[in-house]
């Protein structure tokens, strides 16, 4: 039998309301599971429909049905992800929930102190999470650069191969890219004019070929003229996206550059499973950054 899931925004709308108590006094009610504000109605219904959102992928049956072992279960799941003031609210608006009791508090993974160590890498499962809080365009986005470790103004710049190689002045390596499967190959524009080779997985690949434009547009992004073949974003407008999203899924945000970082974090792994000392993972890496400078990956690496 096919469940019918409700919309997750109308979901956590609908929890909401019947839990608000607007104009009662909270001095007076401190533990009566109502919502007295409507700064913290706004922020319920975002940890709710987050929630919901995980419900749904995860064959849930909705806001409703929720209990306080499957609240629990969220809640241990974005202890990985977010930090302790975001978890916490988390917490206290699945308390709201007519089938979910007072939750044990749950604590967060990522201090700050643990946030200020890993410094601006983001993980496979928080870049998901990111995603889903975006429109369609900038969600692309956030897949493809996290995908090959692409600059901001470089998603302007996608093109396959087939149609534009890559700059003949610089030698590239003929390891890049080892350890990565079903993948399709594309360029891009970097610093400096360096035109290089990116792998895209064949999955972000196919939406891309859904969205490419029947002929190319011209964007203006921080007062540099781009020739754009696909309808994703990319620049400022997506850099800024990502930022606000990061902050209203995770409670924080590293910027999109974390991106790269993440990328790089993830493939030094990958090419030092495959065989390759550290030092020649390193050179490997810096050429598919688009560098060209090893000592610069160091940075990405902390």
């Given at each position: 039998m096919k469940i019918?899931?409700?919309n997750p925004k109308k979901q956590a709308a609908r929890a909401v309301g019947k839990a608000l108590a607007l104009g009662?006094?909270?001095?007076d009610s401190r533990n009566d599971s109502q919502i007295h504000s409507l700064g913290t109605a706004r922020n319920y219904e975002q940890s709710l429909k987050l929630a919901s959102e995980w419900d749904k992928i995860?064959?849930?049956?909705?806001?409703?049905?929720?209990?306080?072992?499957?609240?629990?279960?969220?809640?241990?799941i974005r202890a990985q992800v977010v930090g302790q003031?975001?978890?916490?609210?988390?917490?206290?608006a699945l308390q709201i929930l007519p089938g979910v009791n007072k939750l044990d508090r749950v604590f967060s993974i990522i201090s700050k102190k643990g946030l200020a160590d890993q410094g601006r890498a983001y993980t496979t499962v928080q870049v998901s999470a990111i995603a889903r809080a975006q429109s369609v365009h900038n969600s692309?986005?956030?897949?493809?650069?996290?995908?090959?470790?692409l600059r901001a103004h470089e998603l302007y710049t996608l093109l396959p191969t087939t149609e534009r190689g890559p700059s003949?002045?610089?030698q590239f390596s003929m390891d890049l890219f080892t350890g990565r499967k079903n993948f399709m190959r594309y360029t891009v524009c970097g610093k400096g004019g360096l035109i290089r080779e990116v792998a895209i997985p064949k999955e972000i690949s196919d939406k891309l070929d859904a969205c490419r434009f029947n002929e190319p547009r011209i964007v203006l992004d921080r007062g540099i003229r781009y020739e754009q073949h696909y309808d994703l974003g990319g620049g400022q407008a997506w850099s800024s996206s990502f930022g606000r999203a990061s902050k209203r899924v995770l409670g924080w945000s590293t910027g999109a550059h974390g991106l790269r970082h993440g990328y790089t974090q993830e493939r030094m792994n990958e090419l030092q499973g495959q065989g390759y000392f550290y030092?020649?993972?390193?050179?490997i890496v810096s050429q598919e950054l688009g560098h060209f400078r090893p000592d610069i990956t160091e940075v990405y690496l902390r």
């Open positions: 019918s899931f409700a009662k006094s909270r001095h995860n064959s849930g049956m909705g806001l409703i049905n929720f209990d306080s072992n499957r609240a629990m279960q969220y809640l241990q003031k975001t978890l916490d609210m988390d917490r206290q692309l986005a956030t897949k493809t650069a996290y995908s090959a470790g003949q002045h610089r030092d020649q993972a390193k050179e």
